[in-house]
């Protein structure tokens, strides 16, 4: 079996991602360094983003296309009502001393949890979430990750924005509603109930040309396939320290 076996999901969209650049550099974390944001060669640079979140979120993703257990492809929703359903995002809930809130959900972080190994960033406590309009869906949380094969791919870009990665990850802990309204998403659940694989390979398949300003809005997106979970594929190892 492979991560794009059947039956399998498709969903398209865009993420936002707000990384801190303040602690790029290890010498920051002295708080004997004062921070500035004025010359790139002397201590206590702070770069482009010192406010950053560490946030990351999908945005506007929904599912385009699915594929059944018999290789049947599913484009709208006459076909499977998972077409078209919303792919959300949020973070890990956290229980907090609070009478009126029992959890709150913090957003997930893209982190580089190493100053001097930046290429392999990983995504800490992301859930994602499937809902129908007729109330059919699935959720569950993705195992940390680190992106791979994070590289400069586009040549008319500088700095960050030329830069591309690919992941694949298990979301688990997951929880079903309603799949007898989807028959996509009760194949899924029969074949591989308790997990699901999920790659994301945008920028390694783009939908136009890199050459024009347009070209490059369509390939800045997020698409992902969700499939039954792969025991045997070998995660990809963090190269490096």
């Known amino acids: 079996m492979s991560y794009v076996d059947v039956p399998r999901i498709h969903f398209f969209g ?14 920051n974390f002295d708080p004997s360094v004062a921070l500035q944001n004025q010359d790139p060669n002397a201590p206590g640079y702070v770069s482009w983003n010192p406010f950053g979140t560490h946030t990351f ?4 993703c929904t599912v385009k296309s699915a594929v059944g257990r018999d290789g049947t492809a599913y484009t709208s929703p006459a076909g499977d009502p998972v077409v078209g359903a919303v792919v959300e995002s949020a973070g890990a809930n956290f229980p907090v001393n609070s009478p009126t809130c029992v959890y709150y ?23 994602v979430q499937i809902a129908t309009a007729s109330g059919a869906g699935v959720a ?13 791919r586009c040549s008319t870009l500088q700095y960050d924005a030329a ?18 309204k989807s028959p996509l998403l009760a194949q899924l659940q029969a074949v591989s109930g308790a997990q699901l694989s999920v790659a ?4 390694t398949d783009p939908v136009a040309g890199n050459d024009s300003e347009e070209g490059r809005k369509q390939n800045r997106r997020l698409e ?12 990809a190892p963090s190269h490096g320290r």
């Not at 959900?105 to 859930?127: C, N, R």
């Not at 949380?141 to 590289?151: E, F, H, N, P």
């Open 224 to 235: 992902i396939t969700l499939t039954p979970n792969i025991t045997e594929v070998v995660r």
């Open 140 to 152: 569950g949380q993705m195992l940390v990750t680190s992106l791979a094969d994070i590289w400069q």
């Open 200 to 203: 994301g390979y945008a920028d």
């Open 14 to 27: 865009r993420f936002y991602a707000d990384p801190s650049t303040v602690d790029n550099t290890l010498g």
């Open 57 to 60: 979120a999908f945005q506007n």
């Open 163 to 180: 830069y591309c990665a690919v992941y694949q990850s298990v979301l688990t802990n997951l929880t079903w509603s309603h799949v007898e």
């Open 105 to 127: 959900s913090y957003p997930a972080k893209m982190v580089d949890l190493d100053t001097d190994q930046q290429m392999v960033s990983q995504i800490w406590g992301f859930q």
